[in-house]
């Protein structure tokens, strides 16, 4: 059976023809050259991803970059999400995230990061109360929302909610997603960034300690550092 990466390579041939919080941001611009499906060693191969703000996947040295060549298949994203994680190997290191699959390494870079909330779903669209899906996965990729916990960029504006440690501590909400929410956000006077939420009826006072113990790496220059 084919592995992971290379059935999304299969895939995509065939689709082209904040306040004054501190966390660790790191700009990564040089890429370093490498070949996909290069086999640096017996019986692994070796691919490279991209994951834009919108949270689309794609081969990273994809000529195209939209819906038409971004991965869909909602069993490829749980399986390839599932095993992301900070690359803490030595190779590579522009590409400061890995999904490890058997014996193949599949290398990741992204424009903010790498995982990126995509939709909101109520509690009456999922059984387990409201949450936030990412990578455009539905409710299989998603993580229960924590409305106190939106953080606003007071320099970018872009908004973040918490993800998981493997992956960093923070994801990126979409633009499109994150203008619907800031309907809700409330701001004191001649502040930048908004100091409540309201969901549901309620005032909810936003936290945003949880930033501080986040890495969050990216190549847009036009990302704003805390």
Known sequence: MAGIAHMAVLQTK??????????SWILRRSITSYTQGQSPEPRIREYFYYIDHDGMLFLDDAKMKNFTSCFKEKVFLKFFFSRLRLNESQRYQDFPYISLCGRERNYVR??????VFTDQLKKDACEVGDVLTYAHGGPDLSV?????????????GRV????????GGIGL???????????????ADGD???????????KLKLENEWINNCQRFGMNSQCESA
């Open 14 to 23: 065939q689709l082209v023809n904040f306040k004054n919080v501190k966390f």
């Open 110 to 115: 992204c424009d903010d990061t790498p995982i």
């Open 144 to 156: 229960p929302f924590e409305p106190q916990n939106l953080y606003m960029h007071p320099k970018s």
């Open 160 to 167: 973040y909610h918490p993800a998981w440690p493997k992956v």
């Open 173 to 187: 909400v979409r633009s499109k997603l994150a203008i619907e929410l800031s309907q809700n956000f409330v701001f």
């Open 192 to 202: 930048k960034s908004p100091t409540h939420f309201n969901w549901h009826g309620t």
